[in-house]
C-alpha cells in the first residue's frame, strides 16, 4: 500500500511553468507504475502521463506529448510533473496515481492508489 499526497499547484499565466510533486509513503514506492490525471471542472478524469517503476519509460498520449514531463526519483520516493507553455485549458485537480498494473495503462481503474489532488489555474 501507497499513500500519495501532492503539491506544486498554484495559480500561473499563459506560457508559464509549473512542477508538481508527488511524495510517497510506504517502501515499495519503486514497485508501482506511476501516473499523472487532471480533472477539469464539468469534465471526466484525462490521462496525463505515466512512468514505468524504475524511471527509464515515460508514455504520453498525443494531446500531452511536447510540454510535459513526468519523472520521478525513488530514493526520495517522488513523482514529479514538469509542466511548460501552460494554456487556460490546463487548469485543473491534478492528480498522481499508483498503478497496480505493470505496465503503461490509461485506465484511471487500474490505478488503486491516489492522491488528493493539487490545484493548477492558469489564467490567461
Known amino acids: 500500500q501507497v499513500q500519495l499526497v501532492e503539491s506544486g499547484g498554484e495559480l500561473v499565466q499563459a506560457g508559464g511553468s509549473l512542477r508538481l510533486s508527488c511524495a510517497a509513503s510506504?517502501?515499495?514506492?519503486?514497485?508501482?507504475?506511476m501516473g499523472w490525471f487532471r480533472q477539469a471542472p464539468g469534465k471526466e478524469r484525462e490521462f496525463v502521463a505515466a512512468?514505468?517503476?524504475?524511471?527509464?519509460?515515460?508514455y504520453y498520449p498525443d494531446s500531452m506529448k511536447g510540454r510535459f514531463t513526468i519523472s520521478r526519483d525513488n530514493a526520495k520516493n517522488t513523482l514529479y510533473l514538469q509542466m511548460n507553455s501552460l494554456k487556460p485549458e490546463d487548469t485543473a485537480v491534478y492528480y498522481c496515481a499508483a498503478s497496480t498494473f505493470y505496465g503503461f495503462t490509461l485506465k484511471s481503474n487500474d490505478y488503486s492508489y491516489w492522491g488528493q489532488g493539487t490545484q493548477v489555474t492558469v489564467s490567461s
Open positions: 510506504g517502501r515499495t514506492f519503486d514497485t508501482y507504475f
Open positions: 512512468i514505468s517503476d524504475s524511471g527509464r519509460r515515460t
